[in-house]
């Protein structure tokens, strides 16, 4: 019998056909034949290249030998114990095998990394076995138990290993996000830096807004929740989505601020006519949406930027103290606004109440009345094409659901995806309610509409009505950092462009060896590549760089003429406290 008088420790002990490990008064391998199981497991996969399997539990590491054997190409494992004594028994008894550059041993405090690491596209040493490979090099996880001493903390297993799936999943579609737009978001943050001088500094009014506020976003709700509000509507800061803003004012409701992330031509609709507002409003942009808007404007306007992507390019901008305040992306201008609007307030105390975020539409209707959707649709009316558009309800991905009222809805992979990041973000923040009666759940409580009407009376007495001037509070010498900026990143360039055109007499190694360096810190150049998430000496790969070398050159120009022509009068936004 084996000796059981220390069963906090993992021990080995003979088995029938070779050796088992002992913890906690508990065999983690069969008595008989301990690598039988994974063996046969093993003996069944059928791994495609790009793979990443995750050995949980690996213990004895039985079955390793015959997994790396049946590895294809770009496929590695990474081995993860969660038990610490579990985790220090494994490591001895790896430490006497053949070392193996595909194996990551993790150490159970860096699994909490593991998923950021899978979905930034950086590496970062482990260990001293190996590091992560090449961004990009996986492309679906899979999962082996080696042993029963994942039953210590299964829950820890399945919970680590589904985050991780996540985030290689994030991280391929933010790979094709940035494939369709990402050329867009540098040529736009490009030409909008040229606008940074004469913004308000979104860090200036962090923290000032007393009052309550109300996010709007344009979704069916919104309006229930303004003919609920009436008159009292008033009586909230409003940060309203760019979609919304012609339904607003239809209503005669100016928002106090408007969020706009949007980066294409389409949401020039929204902000036609804007300029006969009652009062102006606070522009709150992102670096990387369509430059065109502010010309459309005539309000103060406050930049920020959500950082789409862990490039050289935005450390450049930001170790160069250009950049303004960075957020986290998060995909919705929904999101985006409701994470200003914690931003923006004075303190916890004050609430936020969330309208128009349905992420979900009914049959025939998908934005509420006097958005551009709706406009449009309204113009293209006629006998044969009529107001609802049930196209959207039965489109492919599209699917029914139960909304919060009980009515029956319409959702799809991107919009329900939306919901559940901004529970996983708001969820735990406090004072945050939920107006909206329709759409998906949100996470945060939902206020009746009788308690909105009382809240809001509530409101009347505490809060002033009071408003602050807002003017431009340039910071100093940013047009002079702007302007060097655009000179030595126009110098590189054209050094860049005589590089791969004539080589300036320079041998192969050095050659390669420059221009491997003028691209590491100007990935704006081919990170929308299919590959580009990973910089090439390739000569396919550099006569594409070569082709946008010219586009990012003509953007600086135009960009450089934006920051030197005269500045326009504009109307200051007042923020209500």
């Known amino acids: 019998m084996p000796d059981t008088s220390t069963p906090e420790k993992p021990c080995t002990v003979p088995a029938a056909q070779g050796f088992s490990v002992l913890y906690k008064n508990r065999y983690l391998y069969s008595r008989y034949s301990p690598d039988k199981s994974i063996l046969q497991t093993i003996q069944k996969l059928s791994i495609l290249p790009g793979t990443m399997i995750f050995c949980f539990s690996p213990c004895l590491w039985y079955g390793l030998e015959e997994l ?48 950021q690491i899978l979905q930034n596209s950086y590496n970062n040493q482990q260990n001293d076995m190996a590091c992560f490979p090449q961004p990009g090099t996986i492309r679906r996880l899979f999962r082996i138990d080696f042993s029963a001493g994942i039953q210590f903390s299964t829950t820890m297993y399945d919970n680590f290993f ?16 940035l494939i369709k737009f990402g050329r867009l978001y540098s040529r736009n943050l490009f030409h909008n830096l040229a ?109 920020f ?27 919705s201008v929904g999101l985006v606004a409701a994470q200003l609007a914690v931003m923006l307030r004075k303190s916890t105390d004050i609430p936020i109440f969330i309208t128009g975020l349905d992420f979900s539409y009914t049959a025939g209707i998908t934005h509420a009345c006097g958005t551009p959707a709706h ?26 659901i139960t909304g919060k009222n009980g009515q029956p809805m319409i959702t799809t992979v991107s919009l329900s995806g939306y919901a559940r990041s901004f529970t996983d973000f708001f969820s735990g923040a406090e004072n945050i309610f939920d107006l909206g009666i329709s759409g998906l759940p949100l996470g945060i409580p939902q206020l009746p509409e009788i308690t909105v009407k009382r809240f809001a009376a509530v409101l009347q007495q505490a ?40 080589g300036n007499g320079k041998n192969d190694s050095d050659l390669k060896a420059e221009i491997m360096e003028l691209l590491r810190e100007r990935d704006y150049l081919y990170l929308h590549f299919p590959d ?25 120009k135009t960009a450089r003429e934006i920051l030197n022509r005269p500045k326009k009068n504009i109307r200051h936004s007042r923020i209500r406290n």
């Open 68 to 115: 790396l054997a049946k590895l294809p190409q770009d496929c590695f494992v990474l081995a993860y114990e969660a038990d610490l004594p579990l985790y220090d028994y494994a490591r001895d008894k790896l430490s006497g095998r053949k070392y193996d550059e595909r194996i990551i041993f993790i150490h159970p405090e860096q699994a909490v990394s593991i998923p």
């Open 162 to 177: 589904s985050t991780c799936t996540d985030a290689i999943a994030r991280f391929w579609k933010n790979r094709l996000t």
């Open 195 to 303: 606008r940074l001088p004469d913004s308000i500094p979104l860090c200036s009014l962090m923290h000032t807004v007393s009052k309550p506020v109300l996010v709007t976003g344009a979704g069916e709700s919104l309006l229930h929740t303004i003919q609920i509000l009436g008159s009292d509507v008033s009586k909230f800061y409003i940060i309203c989505v760019d979609a919304a803003l012609p339904s607003l004012l239809q209503y005669h409701i100016t928002p106090d601020a408007v969020t706009g992330i949007e980066s294409q031509l389409a949401i020039e609709k929204a902000y036609i006519g804007t300029k006969t507002a009652e009062h102006p409003f606070l522009f709150l942009a992102d670096m990387v949406s369509r430059p065109h808007i502010p010309d459309m404007l005539n309000c103060s306007i406050s930049w």
């Open 305 to 331: 930027i959500s950082a789409y992507d862990n490039s050289s390019f935005l450390k450049n901008l930001s170790a160069a103290q250009i950049l303004p305040q960075i957020i986290k992306p998060m995909g």
């Open 375 to 400: 406009t449009k649709r309204l113009i293209e009316t006629f006998r044969l094409n009529p107001i609802p558009d049930y196209r959207t309800a039965f489109a492919y991905g599209t699917k029914h």
């Open 463 to 502: 809060c002033s009505d009071s408003f602050l001037l807002q003017k431009p509070l340039p910071e100093s010498g940013c047009t002079g950092k702007i302007n060097s900026y655009y000179t030595r990143e126009e110098k590189a360039l054209q050094k860049l462009k005589q590089l791969l055109i004539y």
């Open 532 to 556: 580009g998430y990973k910089i090439s000496a390739d000569t396919g790969f550099l006569k594409r760089v070569r082709t946008e070398i010219d586009f990012f050159i003509k953007d600086i």
